[in-house]
């Protein structure tokens, strides 16, 4: 009896050995996995593509939150520097949200030899580059007026061109469009909605406002306009679209691609079973345990192409990343067979 006694004691204590042999190992490929960067390569064929455009190659960068790899970015700049590429969007949540410290971005933006163009969307943590997602009020002041917020003016002097109205690269006489939350019908419905309000308030401050956004979005209706039916329309966003969007895209701007961020790749994915969760209401479970096409990578819903990245960074809530590997991806369009 006392040596069942002993040997289950000894079978204990190498079980709580191997469990803490476990953990470090984890831990410590944690640590060095969420300091190494891989980079994807995605081919997308795009139909209707121009022949100049043929081999146009994309580089996304996304979900930075403030991370650094190496001083001054220098891990993740020397990869940048190393390879091939016509454009760079940035999709969105390039700041901590914790210490809105934008340093961490402007290293990595001034350590890239080629710059241009270099599109920015903010996401929902910013850095904020425009009055998109900060003019609040109780007058539903909600959509874009365009107007440039301070980190906007230090992204465009570090080189950045931000995408509060749509871009247009040509190469002769093709052309290639960029643009976020391109919705010709919500410009609308915001310059009738905003000239109602003027007739209802003569507060001077709310009056400046709604005329800014009046003729904003009066410029932004003669560059929807400028977009020929010919022309190729890429979406740079930061929040996907949803799986229920992507299964009924009714209404949907006519993106020939969309390049998105913000899920992480799940950020914290578990051998076999891939991302836990992803923040998609639509989902059957509410975003627990969804589609892995989904998560990352290019899926093709019902007419539409969506690329996702998993990104650089974790979020404040959960400051590391579990068995995902930072990325930065090559997106290179080609026309459809």
């Not at 998560?295 to 690329?307: A, D, R, T």
Request: net charge neutral; glycine share 8%; proline share 7%.
């Amino acid at each position: 009896m006392k040596i069942k006694k002993r040997l289950f004691k000894i079978f204990l204590l190498i079980l709580l050995i191997l469990c803490e042999v476990f953990i470090f190992l984890v831990v410590d490929y944690t640590k060095f996995d969420n300091d190494h960067v891989n980079v994807i390569h995605q081919s997308v064929q795009i139909k209707g593509l121009p022949p100049q455009f043929d081999g146009f190659t994309i580089l996304q960068l996304s979900d930075l939150h403030g991370k650094r790899f190496g001083n001054s970015q220098e891990v993740l700049t020397d990869i940048i520097n190393s390879l091939d590429y016509d454009a760079i969007a940035i999709t969105g949540d390039m700041q901590d949200p914790n210490t809105r410290d934008i340093s961490p971005l402007l290293e990595l933006i001034r350590g890239i030899n080629k710059k241009t163009p270099m599109l920015y969307v903010s996401g929902n943590t910013g850095p904020y580059d425009t009055t998109y997602v900060t003019l609040m009020s109780r007058y539903s002041l909600d959509v874009s007026d365009g107007i440039v917020l301070p980190d906007g003016k230090i992204l465009q002097k570090a080189g950045c061109t931000l995408l509060n109205q749509p871009q247009m690269i040509e190469r002769a006489g093709a052309r290639l469009w960029f643009a976020t939350d391109f919705y010709p019908s919500q410009s609308n419905d915001t310059i009738w909605w905003s000239q109602q309000v003027l007739l209802s308030t003569n507060n001077p401050t709310v009056r400046a406002a709604l005329n800014a956004k009046i003729e904003y979005q009066n410029n932004l209706q003669k560059e929807y306009a400028s977009i020929l039916p010919a022309d190729t329309l890429i979406g740079i966003i930061h929040i996907p679209l949803s799986y229920k969007t992507l299964q009924q895209p009714k209404g949907l701007p006519p993106y020939d691609l969309v390049i998105a961020g913000h899920y992480h790749g799940g950020q914290i994915r578990l051998p076999f079973l891939g991302a836990v969760y992803i923040p998609d209401e639509t989902l059957p479970l509410r975003g627990l345990f969804p589609p892995q096409a989904l998560v990352s990578g290019l899926y093709i819903g019902n007419g539409i192409q969506q690329y996702v990245s998993r990104g650089l960074g974790a979020g404040s809530q959960i400051p590391f990343r579990l068995f995902d590997t930072p990325e930065i991806n090559l997106i290179t369009l080609r026309i459809s067979e």
